[in-house]
């Protein structure tokens, strides 16, 4: 079992930055890709970025391409995602998953419980 706890949400104005951190807890998660995905109200939840379990891969959505950057420290066991450039279509829900990296997503086998991210004009 791999338990996730997502942190670092919040309200930022447009063009703000935020960084999320997820923390893994269990013997195997650093051996997982990572990801995040997010939910905005009314929508289906979508990918946003995964990274190998050796940080040495990462694959992002288009709409977030060159604002954000996931990254992974396995001596901690977390994994964070430094969001750039923000603007109230990124409001949503975010969430980390564990999982294994399929085409271009992440078949996530465990979920955090989301943290809230809001971005005003």
């Known amino acids: 079992q791999v338990q996730l706890v997502e942190s670092g949400g919040g309200l930022v104005q447009a063009g703000g930055s935020l960084r999320l951190s997820c923390a893994a807890s269990g013997r195997t998660a650093s051996s997982y890709a990572m990801g995040w995905f997010r939910q905005a109200p009314g929508k289906e939840r979508e990918f946003v970025a995964r990274?190998?379990?050796?940080?040495?891969?990462?694959y992002y959505a288009d709409s977030v391409k060159g604002r954000f950057t996931i990254s992974r420290d396995n001596a901690k066991n977390t994994v964070y995602l430094q969001m750039n450039s923000l603007s109230p279509e990124d409001t949503a829900v975010y969430y980390c998953?564990?999982?294994?990296?399929?085409?271009?997503?992440?078949?996530?086998?465990?979920w955090g419980q989301g943290t809230q991210v809001t971005v005003s004009s």
């Open positions: 998953a564990a999982g294994t990296s399929v085409k271009d997503t992440l078949r996530s086998y465990y």
């Open positions: 990274i190998s379990w050796s940080g040495g891969s990462t």
